[in-house]
């Protein structure tokens, strides 16, 4: 992450029950409780960037991506209800847009301390942190609330970018295991990034096939 002039970069991952982030120089992130999260002095100094964990996210090629029809090609992806809000950006790198809703988040206790920023979803950051990634096997997950969010690119084409609802940590190795076969990509002799805290344990399954575990 660039630090923007004198403040850090630090990117807070919300949920409706925990909250993580990471800063720069940073190597480890944690779960906090959303009393915990803001009390800290260097997230109130920081350039403080949101994301939450929302699986109503789709991309879609710029060349069939209507404006109007924004609500329906997402609804075509997920489940929606008739009030919520849908938002979109470009992503020029793939030469798609994402299209997604954040309702439902709000009941998060950490949303009115933030309700000032910029808030967007998991997925679409996870998109981003590939610049950062300078591997040709790119592997970048986060691991929240029942779902394994996942992108999968070499080089700069993007392969997969989704989300699968998981019953544990097991299960979440199984859909990126699954994705890499399908794309007949080596773990051994790769890397996988991760946006969210992991456990000891569940780093050390994941260095049993992984070539290494960073966080991002």
């Avoid at 997925?123 to 300078?134: F, N, P």
């Avoid at 592997?139 to 084409?157: C, H, K, M, P």
């Amino acid at each position: 992450m660039q630090v923007t002039g004198s403040k850090k970069k630090i990117s807070v991952r919300v949920g409706l029950t925990a909250f993580c982030y990471k800063a720069d120089g940073c190597a480890q992130s944690q779960w906090l409780g959303a009393d915990r999260v803001f009390s800290r002095k260097q997230l109130q100094d920081a350039d403080v960037e949101i994301s939450v964990f929302s699986h109503k996210f789709a991309l879609i090629p710029e060349n069939f991506f209507r404006e109007e029809e924004a609500g329906k090609m997402l609804s075509s992806a997920v489940v929606m209800a008739e009030d919520e809000k849908v938002e979109y950006c470009e992503v020029p790198d793939y030469g798609a847009v994402a299209v997604y809703s954040c309702s439902g988040i709000e009941k998060s206790p950490l949303m009115p301390q933030v309700a000032d920023l910029p808030v967007r979803p998991e997925l679409l950051c996870i998109l981003e942190a590939m610049h950062r990634v300078e591997d040709y096997n790119k592997i970048i997950a986060s691991v929240a609330e029942g779902r394994l969010y996942l992108a999968i690119a070499q080089g700069n084409t993007l392969l997969l970018a989704t989300s699968y609802e998981i019953a544990d940590f097991t299960t979440a190795e199984y859909h990126i295991f699954y994705a890499l076969k399908k794309f007949q990509m080596n773990p051994e002799l790769s890397t996988v990034y991760l946006r969210t805290p992991l456990s000891a344990s569940e780093e050390m399954s994941l260095y049993n096939y992984f070539k290494s575990v960073e966080l991002i």
